[in-house]
């Protein structure tokens, strides 16, 4: 198992909800971890909106990165002949099994394609999708791969929706908290490589400002409760077993120093805050119309 991908199922499973992507905080949604579930399907909604609508026969749509399978089962619910790709063996399974369990005769089953987007059987599909889709997931798949696929996938006149944070003309700067969040192309970058291919950009929604509380309610509770609790245990265990945890830390810095300092700076540092997300990511809703010709 990848770190990243064992990262996305310690989150699924010590949150408790079914989804691996930010929730879309509005103004009426208080910010706790209890309205989380409910801020992700927000979040989901605004995506299923984004998409053109089922038409009888079901438009066929790609969601690429399908995390646990959760918006490709509401897809499908929604009558799409609905595709998914998870490259993480174990997330694959989990959405196996969701597909199994929500299987309805009536319509056609999904396929999941297991494996990274650049290995995509993109011969096999000429003009297939009506629409793709990526949930946080754009970021992870080089431009020069990702968009050269959609390219050939997507039909003319059909549709690619990304939703997914880029960096800003900030990152790289040098300033505090600059090193706290990866992850994300270049936002300027995407204009720019978006020009080489047959796309018109329709919608281009910023929506950094409903996305970070996120940021917020991560930051206040490693900073405010685990921070302590992990100090506490520190404390019991030095007083208690010092011999044995001065020899057990000594050997985690040694083995681990580099990853250990990477982690501290980025999650401990208190430069992870909603405003340093804000300066250095801008989370986008980006909906793109494949021309008719190229």
């Not at 079914?18 to 879309?24: E, I, S, T, V």
């Not at 969701?98 to 650049?118: G, I, M, V, Y």
């Not at 300092?261 to 405003?275: L, N």
Request: proline share 5%; charged share 25%.
């Amino acid at each position: 198992m990848s770190s990243r991908e064992l990262g996305l199922v310690l989150a699924q499973q010590l949150l408790g909800v079914d989804d691996l992507h930010y929730g879309l905080w509005d103004d009426d949604l208080p910010l706790t971890f209890s309205n989380l579930a409910e801020a992700q399907q927000r979040y989901s909604n605004l995506i299923l909106e984004a998409l053109p609508p089922p038409e009888e026969g079901g438009k066929k749509v790609l969601d690429i990165g399908c995390g646990t399978g959760h918006l490709l089962t509401q897809l499908l619910a929604r009558g799409y002949a609905a595709d998914g790709l998870v490259p993480a063996p174990k997330l694959a399974e989990q959405v196996r099994r969701r597909l199994a369990e929500e299987a309805d005769q009536e319509r056609k089953p999904a396929r999941l394609f297991e494996c990274a987007f650049e290995q995509f059987p993109v011969q096999a599909h000429p003009g297939y999708y009506d629409a793709a889709l990526f949930s946080e997931s754009f970021q992870y798949i080089p431009m020069s791969a990702s968009l050269p696929i959609l390219a050939q996938i997507v039909r003319p006149g059909g549709q690619v929706v990304i939703c997914d944070f880029f960096q800003t003309e900030h990152a790289g700067d040098g300033g505090p908290g600059d090193r706290s969040f990866g992850g994300g192309h270049r936002m300027q970058a995407f204009y720019t490589e978006l020009e080489r291919y047959p796309f018109a950009l329709l919608q281009d929604v910023d929506i950094t400002r409903q996305v970070s509380p996120n940021i917020r309610l991560l930051d206040e509770t490693l900073m405010h409760k685990l921070l302590p609790a992990g100090q506490t245990l520190n404390r019991y265990l030095s007083t208690n077993y010092a011999t044995s945890w001065r020899i057990i830390r000594a050997l985690f810095r040694t083995v681990f120093r580099k990853k250990l300092e990477k982690q501290k700076y980025k999650y401990f540092s208190g430069h992870r805050t909603q405003a340093v997300f804000e300066r250095y990511k801008t989370y986008r809703l980006l909906v793109l119309k494949r021309e008719t010709s190229s």
